[in-house]
């Protein structure tokens, strides 16, 4: 049965696919049909498909939804003062794009926290450069939130299998570094001399440059910095402080709060202008009808992740992978090949890495990772895995694409295959480490 469903899986992503690309069906549209489609083959009831993709859609709404509608407004307002005229000459680089993308991968969230920093990429519909810039930013984010220590993948898999978390700093920080560098290489390679976008990019009223880049850098950089506090907050050993602190800490980066935040910092520090495009009905419907279409997408999108999530394959699939004959230098392939089973099939990394690490950690000693080098390298496994790979269960992945203008086939060629790169060569270089180290 798992298999079955995993197989419906697959063809739910080639008919969407087939259905966009040929069909041009508007990707919302597809993904609702598509979810239902899955929904009925699995055999869930009426009832339960509704519930099931309503709880999902609902969830979409508030987180990552709030968020995205804040950085519509931050956006817009920043490009009608012309306030990010000079942030996008920087972020039109991929080094530098690259470097944003570790910071913000440390936050709570990679939809929320890309979607922040949305303002600051410029427009894909000006060509290849640009859209090579939103992938490499988007997979150091995701390579970052894998693998880096203080992103919430790796705080489950180091609090679940007791690891060290200055080993999995040690080991995790440079492999970070290598993959984002990675990243940037394939998106120059992939996307700079591909085609015209999917669609054209929809300018918002430009008028001459009357805002100042910084307030536009700091609505983005608070929001940034209250989701990493948020996710440091997370650790077990509450580093910032129990009880109602750890409460207060972990609120700061609710979607509320960052668009109280970001849109509030970027209406007091362009308050003239900021008043009267908020004051005009009409501009205010431009934008949110701009936003609208991605919210929508990423409401279906995480209403078919809880579909999928509700089928329970991912977990009995990532068991069956847990006795794989691989070896004692191999051993580590186990929990990335789960944790990537997990990912691929349900569509979370923060659920694929929680329940990876809940099945390794009981097989640790026979896997061979009894000591601290090994948990260390069997949580960077799980978030490695954790990373690999998003597809359209994923509200990540249509977030990446709709910034990129995008197409899903595009989108699975440039953006999913790289991240799938990316997680081959994070396990390649974990079993070299795991070869070179001493055995227990």
């Not at 109602?244 to 509030?264: A, D, K, T, Y």
Request: hydrophobic fraction near 55%.
């Amino acid at each position: 049965m798992p298999l079955f469903e995993a197989l419906i899986l697959v063809a739910s992503i080639v008919v969407l696919v087939i259905a966009t690309q040929s069909r041009h069906l508007h990707p919302f549209l597809a993904l609702v049909v598509i979810a239902a489609a899955f929904g009925l083959a699995c055999g869930f009831s009426i009832s339960l498909l509704g519930k099931t993709f309503g709880n999902g859609f609902a969830q979409a709404a508030y987180s990552p939804g709030l968020v995205v509608v804040a950085a519509g407004l931050v956006s817009a307002i920043a490009e009608s003062t012309g306030a990010c005229a000079l942030v996008w000459r920087c972020l039109g680089r991929s080094s530098i794009a690259a470097c944003v993308g570790l910071i913000a991968g440390a936050g709570a969230s990679p939809s929320a926290a890309f979607a922040t920093v949305t303002p600051l990429l410029p427009p894909a519909g000006d060509g290849g450069k640009e859209r090579a810039s939103t992938v490499t930013l988007a997979l150091a984010l995701s390579a970052c939130h894998g693998l880096f220590v203080f992103s919430p993948v790796p705080i489950a898999a180091v609090a679940i299998l007791d690891a060290s978390w200055l080993r999995v700093a040690l080991f995790g920080v440079p492999l970070v570094l290598v993959l984002a560098a990675f990243g940037a290489a394939w998106s120059r390679w992939s996307l700079e001399e591909a085609g015209p976008p999917a669609a054209a990019a929809t300018k918002i009223d430009v008028v001459p440059r009357v805002g100042s880049p910084l307030v536009v850098l700091l609505a983005v950089a608070a929001p940034i910095a209250l989701q990493i506090v948020q996710s440091i907050g997370d650790i077990p050993s509450e580093p910032l402080g129990g009880a109602g602190s750890r409460e207060l800490v972990i609120g700061v980066g609710r979607p509320l709060i960052l668009f109280v935040v970001g849109v509030g910092i970027m209406v007091v520090g362009q308050w003239r202008q900021s008043a009267r495009f908020l004051t005009d009905r009409n501009w205010v419907d431009r934008v949110l009808g701009n936003v609208a279409g991605v919210f929508l997408i990423v409401g279906a999108a995480l209403g078919l992740q809880r579909l999928c999530q509700e089928t329970g394959m991912a977990e009995l699939i990532g068991e069956r992978l847990l006795g794989l004959p691989v070896g004692a230098v191999g051993a580590v392939m186990v929990p990335f090949l789960t944790a990537a089973a997990i990912k691929t099939l349900q569509g979370s990394s923060l659920v694929a890495a929680i329940t990876t690490a809940g099945m390794v950690q009981p097989i640790l000693v026979p896997l061979g990772f009894a000591d601290g080098n090994g948990k260390a390298l069997a949580a960077l496994a799980i978030g490695a895995g954790a990373m690999t790979v998003a597809h359209i269960n994923d509200e990540y992945f249509w977030l990446v694409t709709a910034t990129a203008r995008l197409s899903p086939l595009r989108g699975l060629r440039h953006f999913s295959v790289g991240a799938l790169l990316q997680g081959l060569i994070a396990i390649v270089a974990l079993v070299a480490m795991s070869a070179l180290m001493p055995r227990p």
